[in-house]
Every structure is written in C-alpha cells, then in structure tokens.
C-alpha cells in the first residue's frame, strides 16, 4: 500500500479516532473512514464465548462459525472473496490479534485487486487491535459474546485467563476451557521469557466459588513466584503454601508447573498430582510424560517436589489437560477416554487444521458426546514445538 492516497487516510483517520471511542462506536467509526477507500457495506463480526456463532457489532445479526463464508474465513484464517454483485466485490477478512481469532471483517469494494487487498488487511489489522483495547471495559461486548448467563466462579476465572492463541517462528500454544459459562476451578496459563516458555495447568477442587478462588490464588501466586525468578519446584511449594494457609488444608489443587526452551526444545515440569501430559510425535500418540509425581497443593506436605525433563524433537505436539476431558461420559456412562483424545487430535492435524481450530472442534466433540453438559470443568493446552504450522494462523491466502 502506497504511503498517501485513500488507504492512508483511512487507517490514520480511524486509529486518531479509536482513542476516544467507545466499542459501542466502532462499527460506525470503520464505515466513516472505510469510505475513504471506497469501502462500503462494513460488518464486524466476533465470535461468542464458545466460538459457534459470529455476532455483528452494532447489527442483529448471528451465523455460524461452521457455515458461510465469514465462518470459513473465521475457521481456516483465509481472506475470501465471493463473485461480483452490484456493490462491487465482498470480502471476508479474519481479525487476528497476533494468532488470536478476534472475528471477521466483512466489507464490499468496486475493485479487486493487490492494492485493495493490501489495505484490507491492514484494515483488519488494526481493527483487531481496537477491538482487543476497547474488550476490557466494556460490558456491552461482554453481554453481546455470551449465549446464556455465567457463574460467578467462571466470571472470576476468565479474567486470568491468557489469550487462548500465541505463536513464534516455532511455536504455538492454543488453549481452551469448558464449560465456558460455568469454570469452577480449571484455568491455563503462560508466559515467555526469553528462550524460555513458562506453561502451567490447574484443576481446584470443586465446581463452586470456592474452587474458582482457590484456582485463583493458584494462578496469582505462580505468576508471582514466578517473577522472582522461582525454580519449578519452589513454583510449586509456594502454591502449595499458599493454598493451604488461606484455607487450612480443606482445599487442593492439582497441577503441572512447565518450562520449555523454544530455542533447544528441553522441556521441564513438575506435576503435582495432575493427568500426565501427552507427546505426539510424527502424527500419532508416543507416550505419557509419566514418573514421579507429588501430592496435590493446599495439603503442605513436607515432600521435595520432583522435577521431570524430555527431550523434544522438531515438530512435537504436547497436550496438558484436566481430568474432565477424559472422563467426559456418554448417555450409557462411557468415558470419552485417553485414546479418543488423543486420536482425535492426531487426526485433526492430518486434516491440516490449526490448534486454536483443533481445540475448538475437540471441545464441540465433547460437548456433543456429553449432550451439550459436562460433569466436570474441561481444559486443554495443546503446544506445537517447531512443527511449521505457526504460519496457517497467520497467512491469509
């Protein structure tokens, strides 16, 4: 895109007027300066809590993320155009907050060409980072993404959570948690530091505002320890002290604490008394990181915590999840299982899928296996390590 002309002054004009615009404002901002590059018919479109419908800002109107082309786009991260109608051409454009799927931009224009293009994305670009500002004060976008009402644990846990997508040259981390409306006392978590990649996954007992209090103090006082530069171990210890001084040993958590150097793949975890993490490697299921594992936190019992290391290959996968993915139970009582999960995200990687896409259609899978209620929280953090996929997030075609 040239550096005057209609593309410029649209993009200046809308980020000097997002400063002080509220998100209920937004779609009228876009349509204003889309005109000045000869945009018209602008819709804004997010999806809600469990990524199954898209919802336009500022319209009543709802699709689905399985169908039409805003829900192609939305799924596959594609640029989409449908044939010429009397507006001009129509296009679909993801919303990507780096990896993180924030919606879809649909809008119509008289031209196709590279120019135009090029402004659409960068358009998309900067709506998505509008869009991300303007979320955490706003309570009319919070209403407009959810379908029904939440807990109150689960409206304590969301805000701790990260975004649910991350990607580097040669890694990827993707997450979800279910049941979106109703957490108790699931939560995920990473950072980067440097080299290295911290990750960590925590189920508290129970499913009330207790558990969603005590996955809290588990998440507060990790990031913490963590930032004082903390051994695995001592992470641990301190949620374990933690836990147990607010409530006195009549709450827990399990957990597995993480560190991966994304520069030499060395992984190191602790897991205190949590499901093993998985490992798959060249497209199929390879093994449990199982061995020693230490009690649950919140009972402070005098034991050293162990910490375990694997090394990775190029293009590993690793799935940390809680015990409800697994133990989900059909109509006749049937777990969801171990292999099943693990099957089904090998196949959705032979399908050339994305893992925010994997994890989306997994905890569809399971919802639907439960009849759309599970029993216990379900979460899962799938993380890619060199696997060149990193790109199918980013890369609109």
């Not at 690793?318 to 292999?339: M, N």
Request: proline share 5%.
């Amino acid at each position: 895109m040239t550096a005057d002309g209609g593309g410029f002054r649209m993009l200046a004009g809308l980020l000097e007027a997002s400063h002080l615009a509220p998100m209920e404002t937004l779609p009228g901002l876009v349509g204003k300066h889309c005109a000045e590059a000869g945009f018209s018919d602008v819709t804004i479109l997010v999806p809600d809590l469990r990524q199954e419908n898209l919802i336009a800002l500022g319209r009543d109107e709802v699709s689905s993320v399985d169908a039409g082309l805003a829900g192609r786009s939305y799924r596959h991260v594609e640029l989409i155009t449908s044939d010429r109608a009397a507006a001009g051409y129509h296009f679909w454009v993801p919303l990507l907050d780096g990896t993180e799927r924030v919606g879809v931009l649909g809008v119509a224009s008289p031209v196709h060409d590279v120019t135009t293009v090029e402004r659409l994305r960068a358009l998309a670009s900067l709506i998505a980072l509008i869009v991300v500002s303007k979320k955490p004060h706003s309570d009319s976008f919070a209403r407009l993404v959810r379908t029904r009402s939440m807990s109150m644990s689960a409206e304590m846990v969301w805000p701790l959570i990260p975004p649910l997508s991350f990607a580097t040259d040669d890694l990827v981390i993707s997450g979800l948690l279910e049941p979106a409306y109703a957490i108790g006392g699931d939560a995920l978590d990473y950072a980067v530091s440097g080299d290295t990649v911290h990750l960590s996954i925590f189920d508290a007992m129970g499913h009330d505002q207790t558990a969603g209090l005590t996955v809290a103090l588990a998440v507060g006082t990790c990031r913490n320890s963590r930032r004082e530069n903390a051994s695995l171990p001592q992470l641990s210890i301190a949620i374990d002290e933690a836990i147990g001084a607010q409530f006195g040993k009549r709450q827990f958590a399990t957990g597995i604490l993480a560190e991966l150097d994304h520069r030499t793949g060395r992984l190191s975890w602790v897991n205190r008394g949590h499901p093993p993490p998985l490992l798959i490697r060249q497209g199929r299921w390879l093994k449990e990181l199982s061995g020693n594992t230490s009690p649950p936190m919140g009972f402070r019992f005098p034991v050293q915590p162990v910490r375990r290391e694997q090394q990775l290959e190029p293009g590993d996968r690793l799935l940390f999840y809680t015990d409800g993915i697994v133990e989900a139970r059909d109509h006749s009582g049937k777990q969801f299982g171990l292999h099943r999960f693990a099957d089904f995200v090998v196949r959705r990687e032979a399908d050339g899928l994305s893992a925010p896409e994997t994890l989306r259609r997994l905890m569809h899978e399971i919802l639907a296996y439960q009849r759309g209620r599970l029993q216990d929280d379900a979460t899962v953090l799938l993380v890619e390590w060199r696997s060149r996929r990193e790109r199918r997030m980013v890369v609109m075609s």
